[in-house]
């Protein structure tokens, strides 16, 4: 039996999952008026973290709702270098001098850290309330309801399940079975002192004379990679070394999973001694095998809705998980702003789904194929499912001019607005309406 709408202009909201993207939910629907409670199973205790990238179309975001990016220690994103693994030769370099005049924003990176805590301080302060250490069991999409693993039930008007890749409340929601599960991939990764790095001979030359930016290296013949890009006021720099998963490695289950710097020294084959000597600085090193998850049928069901990694894990490639679940959060405060007795949850999280799925669906697909090697004409199957521009996103090296402007220029707020002009319209939100990427509409490509 399904239960009834809300007959308030305010809606009894709940979280699940209070990570970047629960907290975005938490921040969007109270600034559109209505009351909050998010469930997290963790405590908050000894989070280390690591770092994240926030593209333009994020920070704007961010920007709307009084996030302030010098309390966070930003640091920005100046330029993209790939150098060769071997000899440590630039092979390309790209700049982004007019990343804010062409966007509207800069492209920086946060320590995950610090990132949480500013954004866990908008939520509180905007009157949001966080039970740590409530593990959420189940959810009932059409009854409302949140079930907590100690058995209290809670019923709400709204849920936004923002658990992550490994949410259990998936299927539930989107009623078909949707399993992640892990790639042939890991990823060490680590946080070491700048300081530390450019007072070493070795590993200096990586970064001396340069400006703030991403530093890669990519060995074709064994698929390992290096990503490193700096943090925290320009303090940190993170490193991510991805390889092929070895067997002891297989059951990591968590982010934190402790390895050893011989591990990273044993899929180095073919780099610069730079590389290693980059790993024998780490104080810690973590390794976790990467998710992923096929795209889902649907974000929505009922009375609830998917955001974040929880809706579309993706690789880094693009550096886009966490803007896009920026854009999420944003969505939801348009399309539950102004909020009246007689309008319903389940029709607009409908209209939600046919807003935001199409630009989530294709920004995931083409960050998980640059890592997977996916042939071109098999991932043009599947974007042409959600939309039928132009495909730059799939030939060019991330972040290049075409990536920027497919991507960079959105505005979640805008769109969501003129999806609203729809909201009684019957079937909801006409094909060719909101501009997806690049300036063009699914129809209009």
């Not at 990570?19 to 280390?48: C, M, P, Q, V, W």
């Not at 009084?66 to 000899?87: H, I, M, S, Y």
């Not at 966007?103 to 301080?121: C, L, Q």
Request: hydrophobic residues 40%.
């Amino acid at each position: 039996m399904g239960s009834k709408e809300a007959t308030s202009t305010v809606l009894q909201c709940g979280i699940v999952g209070a990570g970047i993207a629960g907290l975005a939910a938490a921040i969007a629907l109270r600034r559109a008026g209505h009351e909050i409670d998010l469930y997290e199973k963790s405590t908050f205790k000894n989070e280390i973290g690591a770092a994240i990238t926030i593209t333009p179309n994020g920070n704007l975001v961010l920007d709307r709702w009084g996030f302030d990016a010098k309390r966070a220690r930003e640091t920005r994103k100046c330029q993209t270098r790939l150098v060769n693994p071997a000899d440590l030769a630039e092979v390309t370099k790209l700049t982004f001098n007019d990343i804010a005049e062409q966007y509207g924003h800069h492209f920086n990176a946060y320590h995950r850290v610090d990132m949480h805590e500013e954004m866990r301080r908008l939520a509180q302060d905007a009157g949001a309330k966080i039970h740590l250490g409530h593990p959420v069991d189940d959810v009932d999409c059409e009854r409302g309801t949140i079930k907590l693993k100690g058995g209290e039930t809670l019923k709400k008007d709204l849920i936004v399940v923002a658990d992550g890749i490994s949410s259990g409340i998936v299927d539930a929601i989107t009623g078909a079975h949707c399993p992640s599960r892990k790639s042939p991939y890991s990823v060490y990764r680590t946080l070491i002192p700048i300081d530390r790095l450019m007072a070493d001979p070795l590993t200096q030359p990586l970064w001396k004379n340069q400006e703030s930016g991403f530093c890669n290296a990519m060995n074709m013949q064994t698929g390992t990679g290096c990503m490193t890009y700096p943090c925290r006021d320009d303090t940190l720099m993170n490193f991510a070394y991805f390889h092929r998963t070895k067997p002891h490695e297989q059951d990591n289950d968590s982010w934190h999973s402790r390895s050893t710097v011989e591990d990273v020294l044993e899929v180095l084959d073919g780099f610069h001694p730079a590389f290693a000597a980059i790993a024998k600085h780490a104080d810690i090193m973590n390794c976790y095998v990467v998710g992923t998850r096929d795209v889902l049928p649907c974000m929505n069901g009922g009375k609830a809705v998917l955001i974040g990694d929880a809706a579309h894990a993706m690789m880094p490639t693009h550096a886009m998980g966490g803007s896009m679940c920026l854009e999420d959060a944003a969505a939801l405060e348009v399309l539950f702003s102004k909020w009246q007795p007689t309008d319903s949850v389940s029709a607009r999280l409908n209209l939600y789904n046919q807003l935001r799925l199409p630009r989530n669906a294709v920004t995931q697909l083409a960050s998980n194929a640059m890592i997977w090697f996916t042939p071109l004409a098999e991932l043009q199957q599947e974007i042409r499912k959600y939309w039928d521009g132009p495909l730059q996103a799939t030939s060019v090296p991330p972040f290049s001019k075409p990536i920027q402007e497919f991507w960079f220029g959105y505005d979640a707020f805008a769109a969501a607005e003129k999806a609203m002009d729809f909201k009684d319209a019957e079937g909801g939100l006409p094909d060719g309406v909101v501009e997806h990427f690049g300036g063009r509409t699914k129809e209009s490509g």
